[in-house]
């Protein structure tokens, strides 16, 4: 797999998305990005603000998730700071998964 060219120097939020796509719920064995946990990331030149959720408050793989989202985000060329931002409005719920995430988990 080639190298992603980055054309500016600034990171997008497509760029942002792809990299949390890295990020796995341990206990659902699935990105964040597929989970619907990931809401939104804010970019302000280097400095990217991410904000997500957990499918349950007293998720035991939070401080790992929220860890492995700085990582990922940080590896992206021009990003200088990362922030994560955890959040429970709106509450998570499993209409929020992707088509694919339903199926392989055996909703709807």
């Known amino acids: 797999m080639g190298t992603i060219d980055y054309p500016r120097g600034m990171p997008s939020k497509e760029e942002v998305v792809e990299a949390l796509r890295q990020v796995e719920d ?11 946990l990931f809401y939104d990331a804010e970019i ?4 990217v ?24 985000v940080r590896e992206i060329p021009g990003v200088e700071d990362v922030s994560s931002e955890l959040t429970f409005e709106p509450p998570w719920s499993p209409e929020k998964m992707s088509d694919d995430a339903k199926f392989i988990l055996g909703f709807g």
């Open 26 to 36: 341990p206990e659902l064995g699935m990105d964040i990005v597929e989970l619907g």
């Open 44 to 47: 302000e030149g280097p400095n």
């Open 49 to 72: 603000k991410v904000q997500y959720t957990l499918t349950s408050m007293g998720c035991p793989a939070g401080a790992m998730i929220q860890e492995d989202i700085e990582r990922v």
